[in-house]
């Protein structure tokens, strides 16, 4: 189904290059649409609620646009994304189930940090020279290292367990910033005696 969702995509775009309209690729668009409505209610009486395929589907036929105008590099990124995701599924489900209030506030937070205070942070140096090292922007990326490395350390205990989750965390995390790595882990051995030894290691 979805080679041919793609294949519809190029078709109604070459049939509007033809044609000088935009309409043919309205009309698939439009049409696809009314058939995921249509599967999203016969999936709503069933019990099963959800819209993945269904908007996996939509980007599928996009997808096939942007091939047609030659943008082959997006492309192919949606496609990888699209298959990635549609392949993780299951496990983002359960994922999304074990999903406490604490998991919820630890990715708000990180997002905050990274996304909403890093880029307004003016990346100049203020001081008198040659003292003039004080950057906010570089200063504040050494939070969002270390913020990042204590949160992809979260993520990897809850999903592999505490031994391979901070294992992992210190392999990949070390390899942007050792310091990073090194000044999370040891506040997080304060807060949880128990995962001491792990840490350390």
């Known amino acids: 189904t979805f080679p041919l969702l793609a294949l519809a995509g190029v078709t109604a775009a070459l049939i509007g290059d033809l044609t000088g309209s935009p309409w043919p690729l309205v009309a698939v668009l439009v049409g696809l649409s009314t058939l995921i409505a249509v599967a999203y209610q016969a999936n709503t009486r069933l019990g099963r609620l959800g819209l993945t395929t269904e908007t ?5 036929l996009l997808a096939g646009v942007l091939c047609y105008y030659a943008h ?3 492309a192919a990124a949606l496609a990888v994304a699209i298959t990635w995701l549609l392949s993780l599924k299951v496990e983002m489900h359960g994922l999304a189930a074990r999903m406490t209030r604490q998991d919820l ?3 708000l937070k990180f997002a905050v940090i990274t996304l909403i205070i890093l880029p307004v942070l003016p990346n ?8 003039d090292v004080i950057n906010p922007y570089r200063i504040w990326l050494m939070v969002v290292f270390i913020s990042g490395i204590s949160f992809l350390g979260y993520v990897l ?3 592999l367990g505490p031994r391979r989750g901070i294992g992992l965390s210190g392999l990949l995390g070390g390899l942007v910033s050792s310091t990073a790595v090194t000044l999370s882990f040891s506040e997080r051995s304060r807060d949880q005696a128990g995962l001491a030894n792990p840490l350390a290691l």
């Open 56 to 60: 996996a589907a939509l980007l599928t």
């Open 72 to 74: 082959y590099e997006v």
């Open 105 to 107: 506030f630890a990715v």
């Open 124 to 131: 100049v140096n203020y001081g008198p020279e040659p003292l």
């Open 157 to 159: 205990i809850k999903a």
